[in-house]
């Protein structure tokens, strides 16, 4: 594969922005474009505040107020300007493991933190959390979209305390609480097994810099058990490292396109491209509406090039790329700039990956997966469609 993809997504699996980013620590003076009445507005704005606010005023948050200010003036959920300490805590969030709740969060158009998905087995997956559901409240405190940094360090805590969430469920007006108790969250981020007599099952819960390599193992494994047809199982996958995306794409497709990337001139600035080798095996992978970004990508892959069939139900639909700069004094800035294509061309940002057949998942399943055959109907009928292609 041509490695020329320079960008790459983090699932934050805690509680945090979904984005696709790559980082550059050249710094970046910002210059003053201020017209002089826009000047002496901004400091009788600020001399008003002081005099006349409620509480107390912390003038050194004043600057960086509005370097959040310019960011969020775009209208961009996953554009957003980092202080010191918040840039840090991006950073940290790719360790190999923490303690959390294993939520992955997003700013939504209606400004509302809303979950993109809830990691396999976690406590928020366990307690019935999913994609689309909507964080109002956290121990008491209303949170919106834009404070989604303020709200990650507030659901963040100590191995086995407890958060108190509200959140508004998915294409309902009923609120829920929730109490969650905040456990480790490995990254362990590939689950292989042979189904039925010659059927693999691989499910991938989210991309890290070490997913690649542990999908060709599980793969070559059960290969060597000789199964002849593969389900791939990308359902609340968030995304991650955009590498490993391609990378097993690469594995399993012909030559050919596997995504590319165009900026607001429509000029093409990525095209990942696929070897001739490829796995030959029938396959059928499972999405849903917890699959996002780089899982999408990989999804969008296999389907354009007819290598497998989609089933379940439409993926999440983010389809932009960010870039993170940091800056010399250690904060940063995360800004949109480039939005991918699945090989056929196609745009999938705010639209999502549409499944070849459609499976609802029923109203009370437990979870799904390798725990839950007997009622994981999306599982259920890939592994029906094929036990017919073989």
């Known amino acids: 594969m041509k490695k020329r993809w320079t960008f790459m997504t983090l699932s934050l699996l805690l509680v945090t922005n979904l984005f696709t980013f790559y980082i550059s620590n050249k710094g970046t003076v910002f210059s003053n474009s201020l017209t002089g009445q826009q000047a002496i507005k901004m400091e009788y704005l600020k001399e008003f505040i002081k005099k006349n606010y409620l509480r107390k005023v912390d003038e050194s948050k004043f600057y960086e107020g509005q370097l959040k200010g310019i960011v969020a003036s775009l209208g961009d959920p996953y554009s957003e300007y980092y202080s010191k300490e918040e840039m840090q805590e991006l950073m940290d969030f790719t360790s190999a493991s923490f303690y959390g709740v294993g939520i992955v969060l997003s700013p939504g158009e209606d400004n509302k933190i809303t979950v993109v998905s809830a990691i396999k087995g976690s406590p928020a997956d366990q307690a019935g959390l999913s994609a689309g559901d909507k964080i109002i409240k956290v121990n008491g405190k209303d949170f919106a979209g834009d404070q989604l940094t303020k709200a990650v360090k507030e659901i963040k805590g100590k191995e086995n305390t407890k958060v108190q969430l509200q959140v508004l469920k998915a294409g309902s007006n009923k609120l829920e609480d929730y109490q969650l108790e905040r456990k480790k969250i490995s990254l362990d981020t590939v689950i292989s097994k042979k189904l039925d007599q010659d059927m693999g099952y691989i499910g991938i819960t989210q991309f890290s810099d070490h997913t690649a390599?542990?999908?060709?193992?599980?793969?070559?494994?059960?290969?060597?058990?000789?199964?002849?047809?593969?389900?791939?199982?990308?359902?609340?996958?968030?995304?991650?490292?955009?590498?490993?995306?391609?990378?097993?794409?690469?594995?399993?497709?012909?030559?050919?396109?596997?995504?590319?990337?165009?900026?607001?001139?429509?000029?093409?600035?990525?095209?990942?491209?696929?070897?001739?080798?490829?796995?030959?095996?029938?396959?059928?992978?499972?999405?849903?509406?917890?699959?996002?970004?780089?899982?999408?990508?990989?999804?969008?892959?296999?389907?354009?090039?007819?290598?497998?069939?989609?089933?379940?139900?439409?993926?999440?639909?983010?389809?932009?790329?960010?870039?993170?700069?940091?800056?010399?004094?250690?904060?940063?800035?995360?800004?949109?700039?480039?939005?991918?294509?699945?090989?056929?061309?196609?745009?999938?940002?705010?639209?999502?990956?549409?499944?070849?057949?459609?499976?609802?998942?029923?109203?009370?399943?437990?979870?799904?997966?390798?725990?839950?055959?007997?009622?994981?109907?999306?599982?259920?009928?890939?592994?029906?469609?094929?036990?017919?292609?073989?």
Do not use: C, W
């Not at 497709?253 to 990337?261: D, E, H, K, N, S």
């Not at 849903?288 to 007819?306: M, T, V, Y």
């Open 213 to 390: 390599k542990e999908f060709n193992q599980h793969l070559n494994k059960l290969q060597r058990q000789g199964i002849k047809s593969l389900i791939l199982d990308l359902r609340g996958n968030p995304g991650g490292y955009m590498d490993a995306a391609t990378e097993i794409a690469d594995s399993l497709l012909p030559q050919g396109t596997i995504v590319t990337a165009k900026n607001r001139d429509g000029k093409l600035v990525e095209n990942v491209q696929s070897d001739p080798r490829a796995v030959n095996l029938p396959m059928v992978v499972i999405i849903n509406k917890g699959s996002a970004s780089a899982s999408e990508i990989l999804a969008g892959a296999l389907k354009d090039h007819k290598k497998a069939t989609l089933v379940g139900e439409g993926s999440y639909g983010k389809g932009v790329i960010q870039i993170v700069k940091k800056f010399p004094k250690g904060d940063g800035l995360k800004l949109t700039v480039a939005e991918y294509f699945t090989p056929n061309g196609v745009s999938i940002d705010k639209k999502g990956i549409q499944p070849d057949v459609k499976v609802k998942l029923p109203e009370n399943v437990k979870g799904i997966g390798l725990d839950y055959l007997k009622t994981d109907s999306q599982l259920n009928k890939a592994r029906e469609i094929l036990k017919n292609k073989v």
